[in-house]
């Protein structure tokens, strides 16, 4: 995907988080974590960073990618149950490369 491709899916992907927060569904994965609670949430995340970890260390990229894409699913959970989007942590990132 190009950057571009990249970003616009990834801002779709957080409105579709957010509709799930927003009015969840019964048959919802991304809804039943949000009523689970944020500490469900953070554990998710906290699992799936050890996740990626551990296949870093091995040579099956695509167990990797999958990890990795599951960390970042659960990431963007992770901010929208914290009242925050990936760009307000973009925006740090920028701040940071100002100084």
Known sequence: MKNEQTLLFLSQLEEII???HDNPS???YTSSLFEKGI????QKVGEEAVEV??????DNMDLFL???ADL???YLILLRA???ELAD???VLAERHKK
């Open 82 to 84: 914290k009242g925050v």
């Open 18 to 20: 957010k509709d799930r």
């Open 26 to 28: 019964e048959k919802s």
């Open 89 to 91: 942590v973009v925006e």
């Open 53 to 58: 970890v551990i296949e870093a260390m091995d």
């Open 66 to 68: 999958n990890e990795s």
């Open 72 to 74: 970042l699913y659960h």
């Open 39 to 42: 500490n469900k949430v953070a």
